[in-house]
């Protein structure tokens, strides 16, 4: 009991998960190849991070419940907290049964991210886990029938348990930051009007648009492809792609991008990019990629996974050769390497920088920011000054009017009643909120006419 005490230490350590092995999770990213016009592709991305998220949610609180029974019965557990639990016949064989039950249920999916690092023969946290667990469970089995002492069973439902957790969290963190990638495909529509001869429309599928064909846009649909404007004028919100709170105007011969929203007014389009060509296209790629890639601390993590490998097993060769050089080969040799080969799983390792990466691209993703380069987020906690160029950015994104500053003693309503009336038959968005302001004041506006737009410099009328 006093050598396998030694090794309890490991059971505050953070259990969970290399993503280097990752790339078994990593199978299920999309293929951002296309934007297709029923947003399968994309449904299946976010569907898939759900399905592992639900996998490992499910077999983390199976194993939780399973580990009470075997904590209980545990001789460790049962010093510490000095207890003793109801005695019955083959109660001593709870921890085996259940230990059991969890390794197959709630371990096996490590051991299987762990076949690929061994078959590229490239160890990893995977690796190191998957040999922490499985000593411990091969050692208390062993233990269980032979006279071996107490076995590891506790250490290795806690172990499983934690790691179980960790990939949980990790993969409800993917799937959140993955959801921009869902709402992004949702900007484009399922069907375009293509002009044929004679002006004649017909509603296609989004898919089927080649280059070169004609659209027709009208006011407040979708523009189903990447684009030349060839007749018309509107203003079109483009804030979901470029970040640009006010639209923007659009006439002949203005290039327009798929996703964005038309103003009121109807625009005539020739096509001259479609699905995966299109600007959409490239920046759901730009997420994914990022949402895959590692940062330079991962890199750092796996790289010392790796290392940690091949020390943990010298570690146990040399406390084997020690001990039965200054003693000789027993159990409690036998005990001190296991002990060893468990408490070497740098669990913590693997759990920080994979959470910390997912959960502050999911939080991202919720506050709009779509993470392109996880190296420039690793790199932004350097930052001591932002500057925003984007009107809206740190505003509503909205003209209004503040106050009236008036000279040669102008009444500020007075003015406003003049200002408003001119911009009576005006679009702008300054316009719109001159007159809104005037009618929150509740003024009276004078009727004009002659108006005129003076491009550049403002508006005139009688």
């Known amino acids: 009991m006093d050598e396998h005490a030694q090794h309890m230490g490991h059971k505050k350590e953070g259990h969970t998960q290399d993503h280097s092995a990752h790339n078994a ?86 051991l299987q991210m762990a076949v690929p690092e061994l078959r590229e023969r490239k160890p990893g946290m995977m690796t190191l886990i998957s040999l922490a667990i499985s000593v411990a469970f091969i050692y208390s089995v062993a233990a269980q029938f032979i006279n071996l002492g107490e076995g590891f069973f506790w250490e290795l439902v806690t172990l ?41 429309t017909e509603n296609v599928p989004v898919s089927s648009l080649k280059h070169g064909d004609l659209v027709l846009v009208r006011p407040g649909a979708s523009i189903p492809a990447d684009g030349e404007v060839t007749e018309g004028h509107s203003n079109v919100d483009e804030s979901m792609i470029t970040g640009e709170s006010q639209p923007v105007h659009k006439m002949a011969g203005m290039k327009v991008i798929a996703g964005t929203i038309n103003g009121d007014g109807s625009l005539r389009v020739r096509v001259t990019a479609t699905g995966s060509e299109t600007a959409l296209a490239g920046i759901m790629r730009l997420v994914e990629q990022a949402q895959q890639s590692k940062s330079r601390t991962q890199v750092l993590a796996d790289k010392a996974a790796g290392w940690l490998f091949y020390i943990a097993l010298a570690a146990a060769l040399i406390t084997g050769i020690a001990w039965t050089l200054a003693d000789t080969f027993n159990i409690a040799v036998l005990n001190r390497v296991v002990t060893v080969l468990v408490i070497a799983c740098p669990h913590a390792l693997g759990l920080a920088i994979p959470l910390v990466v997912a959960i502050t691209t999911a939080l991202g993703a919720k506050n709009g920011i779509l993470v392109r380069n996880r190296l420039a987020l690793e790199a932004a906690r350097e930052i001591d000054v932002v500057i925003f160029d984007k009107t809206g950015t740190l505003t509503q994104g909205q003209f209004g009017v503040v106050d009236i500053a008036t000279t040669d003693h102008w009444d500020a309503d007075r003015a406003l009643t003049l200002a408003a009336a001119l911009e009576g038959d005006s679009e702008h968005l300054i316009a719109q909120a001159i007159r809104r302001f005037a009618r929150d004041r509740k003024l009276a506006l004078p009727s004009i006419s002659n108006f005129a737009a003076l491009k550049g410099r403002g508006v005139q009328a009688d």
Do not use: C
């Open 25 to 110: 999770h990593q199978e299920h990213a999309v293929s951002s190849g296309s934007v297709k016009a029923d947003h399968s592709a994309h449904e299946g991305h976010g569907a898939d991070h759900t399905g592992h998220e639900q996998m490992f949610r499910v077999r983390f609180w199976w194993s939780l419940l399973l580990s009470i029974p075997v904590l209980a019965y545990s001789e460790m557990i049962q010093m510490w907290l000095g207890f003793n639990p109801p005695a019955f016949p083959f109660s001593e064989w709870i921890p085996f049964v259940f230990s059991l039950i969890i390794f197959s249920y709630g371990g096996i999916p490590f």
């Open 160 to 200: 499983i348990d934690i790691m179980l957790l960790g990939h949980w969290l990790e993969m409800r963190s993917v799937r959140q930051a993955s959801g921009a990638l869902t709402e992004l495909a949702k900007l484009m529509p399922d069907t375009a009007e293509r002009i044929q001869q004679g002006d004649m």
